[in-house]
């Protein structure tokens, strides 16, 4: 199963909201998860079911989608937001990520 | 507190071997399916391998089928990566991962280790 996100790269501001789009080549119901990675740190898993928080994550993170289209929006933008984020879906095997957003500084 | 920390990376020649290791601690090791997943450097994410909570099952990429071998030790809480005839496009961060449901064959990731690095180069 082929993950297509788009953007690849965006630049935002502080305090602004972000939307990030995953596309599913064939239905995947929801078993969708969102990941953050940043340089030299462990990914951190932000969303599973599409929708759902993983634990200890602040609910600025919000997903939304079923089938093939996915979304990942974050709100308020902060500072330690500014990371790599990767959808992945856990349908089947192989499991398989999509090509990765990074979230730039403007 | 979920700990997963990656040990065993280095430089390798092309063709060579390695073993990585993920030591576990702040859960229950042996009800829960764990698996590997690398990055190249300045590329995504790629799985590479799970075994399951029990062992008796293992499934791999295309990509490292046949060279790589997973398996875990239910006595160091650890999990295991042993890598052979290594290629330059082996070269990458490796992470161990655990998943969120006991006793699950497939399901989403809740913890990752901070990762070891593999460089296969001559």
């Known amino acids: 199963i082929q993950l297509t996100q788009s953007p690849s790269s965006l630049s935002a501001s502080v305090g602004d909201r972000v939307t990030i789009t995953c596309r599913a080549s064939q239905g995947i119901k929801n078993y969708l998860a969102w990941l953050q990675l940043k340089p030299g740190k462990a990914p951190k898993s932000l969303i599973y079911a599409a929708s759902i928080l993983q634990s200890g994550v602040p609910s600025k993170f919000s997903g939304s989608g079923s089938g093939t289209e996915f979304t990942l929006t974050i709100d308020s933008l902060q500072p330690e937001d500014f990371a790599t984020y990767y959808c992945q879906q856990y349908n089947s095997y192989p499991l398989t990520f999509g090509g990765g957003t990074k979230v730039e500084i403007k | 507190e979920v700990r997963l920390v990656e040990s065993g990376g280095v430089v390798v020649q092309p063709g060579g071997s390695l073993r990585l290791s993920c030591a576990t601690s702040g859960f229950t090791f042996d009800d829960y399916t764990m698996h590997w997943v690398r990055q190249a450097p300045g590329k995504g994410l790629e799985w590479v391998s799970f075994?399951?909570?029990?062992?008796?099952?293992?499934f791999y990429a295309d990509s490292v089928k046949g060279r790589f071998a997973i398996s875990r030790d239910i006595s160091k809480n650890s999990l295991y990566l042993e890598m052979n005839s290594l290629t330059i496009e082996d070269t990458a961060f490796y992470y161990c991962?655990?998943?969120?449901?006991?006793?699950?064959?497939?399901?989403?990731?809740?913890?990752w280790g901070q990762g070891t690095l593999v460089t296969v180069s001559s």
């Open positions: 991962a655990k998943v969120r449901v006991q006793m699950t064959t497939i399901d989403a990731f809740d913890f």
């Open positions: 075994i399951t909570w029990d062992g008796d099952a293992t």
